[in-house]
């Protein structure tokens, strides 16, 4: 499953590949317009790609993560 920023933004933290996670965990946190919104776990995945990293800028529609779902 493809992660895709929904704003224009700088990542400010990332989780780390290979981390097992959650829905409701962050899995990238953009800063924008000095607020912080995290792009979070909608299901129970792995964080398998990461495709930015700490202080790169992003915009709408920039590809982020790469998740491998995972059953419960």
């Known amino acids: 499953m ?3 920023s929904e704003m224009t933004g700088t990542v400010r933290k990332t989780a780390e590949v290979g981390t ?3 829905p409701g965990d962050p899995i990238v946190i953009i800063e924008s317009m000095k607020m912080e919104i995290p792009v979070e776990a909608e299901a129970p995945a792995t964080l398998s790609t990461l495709h930015v990293s700490e202080g790169d800028p992003v915009n709408d529609g920039d590809l982020l993560a790469v998740l491998d779902p995972t059953t419960p």
């Open 2 to 4: 493809q992660i895709h």
């Open 20 to 22: 097992h996670l959650s």
